[in-house]
């Protein structure tokens, strides 16, 4: 008997595929294998074609909808539409992060109120954004993914507002995790080791960080998105029924040292 689980039915929303290195499209790839019917949400009209095409190479056809996570009006409308084409929601995946790259080198305290301000926004409200916004149209086990880092637990080089923004991201998780918790919902983070993504790229010392890890962590190797997104199935579908307001690390072991 296989213990993969079997999705069919069920509905999911992606959200944060910018190209095919996002972690969010290797979750995506991960669900459409046990068979979820995908909704995908990108930032702008001018994403669109792109993401387009990376979902044509999924099994079932997936929805595209666009999100931007700063206008509260958008993500209202977004979470309406996927109920009237999708049903009730069985589960996010939320890939989304932004920090202005100027404010992601150099000294923490050179960052601006306005650099600031975005970072949060972006990187930590709008998973309660999200939430709330999901709130009506939420299955009776509902389950809530976010992608986290472990600059929000210790300072790590050049990450910067990233690390608190990431911590205000780690809280959320558990306030949504009590708040929703009697409903059903379960909310958890997956803190990622260092993945070369498009964010990834350019910022920080990131050929660095990769390679201290390979040569630190338990594992003494780098994680792929492919097993961020493995995890990802575990809380996302009823085999990680009981785990909530938790943060996983999927980083070879990194984080214990
Ligand atoms: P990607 O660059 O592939 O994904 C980042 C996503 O954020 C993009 O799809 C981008 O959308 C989206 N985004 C930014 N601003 C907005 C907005 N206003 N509204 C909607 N979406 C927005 O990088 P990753 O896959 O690496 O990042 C995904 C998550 O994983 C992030 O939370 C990141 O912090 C986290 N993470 C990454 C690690 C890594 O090493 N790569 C390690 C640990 C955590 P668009 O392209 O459409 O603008
Ligand atoms: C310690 C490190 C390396 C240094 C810090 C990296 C921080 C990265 C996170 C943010 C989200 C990256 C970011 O916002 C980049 C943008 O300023 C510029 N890029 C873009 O606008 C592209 C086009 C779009 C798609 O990107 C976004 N985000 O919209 C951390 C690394 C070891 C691990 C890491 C890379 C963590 C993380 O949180 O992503």
């Not at 991201?169 to 993945?195: C, Q, T």
């Not at 920080?204 to 201290?212: A, K, R, V």
Request: net charge negative.
């Amino acid at each position: 008997m296989s213990i993969f689980p079997t999705l069919t039915n069920k509905t999911y929303v992606v959200m944060g595929i910018a190209n095919k290195r996002s972690i969010a499209w290797a979750i995506a790839k991960t669900l459409d294998e046990a068979g979820a019917k995908l909704v995908l949400t990108y930032a702008a009209e001018r994403f669109k074609s792109g993401l387009e095409s990376l979902a044509s190479e999924l099994k079932q056809e997936a929805i595209l909808l666009e999100c931007d996570v700063t206008n509260d009006e958008a993500i209202d409308s977004t979470f309406r539409s996927i109920h009237e084409q999708a049903g009730e929601i069985q589960g996010i995946a939320h890939s989304i992060a932004f920090a202005d790259k100027e404010a992601l080198r150099g000294e923490f305290s050179e960052m601006t109120r306005g650099q600031f301000a975005q970072a949060l926004d972006i990187s930590a409200y709008s998973l309660t954004a999200v939430v709330k916004a999901a709130k009506p149209y939420f299955a009776q086990d509902a389950s809530v993914i976010t992608l986290t880092y472990l600059g929000g637990e210790r300072v790590v080089p050049n990450y910067n507002l990233m690390g608190v923004a990431k911590a205000a991201l780690d809280s959320s998780v558990k306030y949504l995790a009590n708040e929703y918790g009697p409903h059903g919902v379960r909310v958890n983070a997956i803190s990622a080791g260092p993945i070369r993504t498009l964010s990834a790229k350019g910022v920080g010392d990131f050929n660095s960080i990769l390679s201290e890890l390979e040569q630190k962590a338990p594992l003494r190797r780098n994680v792929s998105a492919e097993e961020v997104a493995s995890t990802g199935l575990f809380l996302l579908s009823g085999m990680g029924s009981g785990v909530t307001g938790e943060v996983i690390h999927v980083d070879s072991g990194y984080h214990i040292l």
